[in-house]
């Protein structure tokens, strides 16, 4: 029928105009910024670091300076430093950490390369978009302490992916652990090498050898084991 379609298409306008005044999921209007939008879980805007805890952020960084997000970013926007020493993170392995560590926001273009290729799962994509600054180049350059937030926070806006990665790494730390306890029990159990004649001729209180050249004293006989002289026959 001939405007078949217009009809459908204002049928579906007006249900929208009527859903939209007692319809929740039809309102148009967000009162925003004091009504937050509630964003799908696979958002990404810009990255931050996880840490583990929020007491410590920059003690427990998952970061291990590996450089491979700067290497691979490609606008080029991320700026690592190595520590010169190591500490202990959070399951107190001494690693070395991120001395400096800042993104650039104003170059980086959201593409998720860096979160990719982290072999640690120490960088995440953020859902913070309202980030505006008065200064271009210092407002929008985040050190480590502005990207560092806790894991409980990524479990906040990406629950899944969160859970996925927790799982893993601690199969990762339980394996981690029963090898080294293995290691351990095998060099327990392991006999001890045999002591070389070298080592037990130099232990205390061994005899020592002669030096060369020299000619050791001949041990006397007891005196009752000496035969007696034979008799002289006659002289004729």
């Not at 931050?48 to 410590?56: C, P, R």
């Not at 998952?62 to 080029?76: F, G, L, S, Y």
């Not at 400096?100 to 978009?129: H, L, Y």
């Amino acid at each position: 029928m001939l405007g078949k379609g217009l009809l459908q298409g204002l049928a579906v306008t007006a249900k929208n105009l009527v859903g939209s005044y007692h319809d929740p999921a039809r309102y148009v209007t967000q009162e925003y910024p004091e009504v937050q939008p509630k964003l799908p879980e696979a958002y990404r805007n810009f990255p931050f670091l996880v840490s583990e805890t929020a007491d410590d952020p920059m003690g427990t960084l998952r970061c291990v300076a590996c450089q491979i997000c700067e290497k691979e970013c490609p606008p080029q926007c991320i700026y690592i430093e190595k520590s010169k020493d190591k500490k202990p993170d959070a399951t107190g392995k001494a690693q070395i950490y991120p001395a400096v560590f800042a993104i650039d926001t104003a170059v980086c273009m959201s593409c998720q390369i860096c979160v990719e290729v982290c072999p640690f799962d120490a960088i995440k994509m953020d859902q913070e978009f309202a980030i505006a600054a008065t200064d271009r180049f210092g407002g929008l350059l985040l050190n480590r302490e502005q990207l560092a937030k806790p894991n409980a926070y990524y479990h906040q806006i990406h629950p899944t992916e969160a859970a996925e990665v927790d799982e893993r790494l601690a199969a990762e730390r339980r394996a981690a652990e029963e090898k080294a306890r293995l290691a351990a029990a095998a060099k327990a159990a392991a006999p001890k090498p045999a002591v070389p004649a070298a080592a037990a001729a130099a232990a205390p209180g061994a005899a020592r050898p002669a030096p060369a050249g020299s000619t050791a004293p001949a041990a006397s006989a007891p005196v009752d084991s000496v035969p007696p002289p034979a008799p002289r026959p006659p002289s004729p």
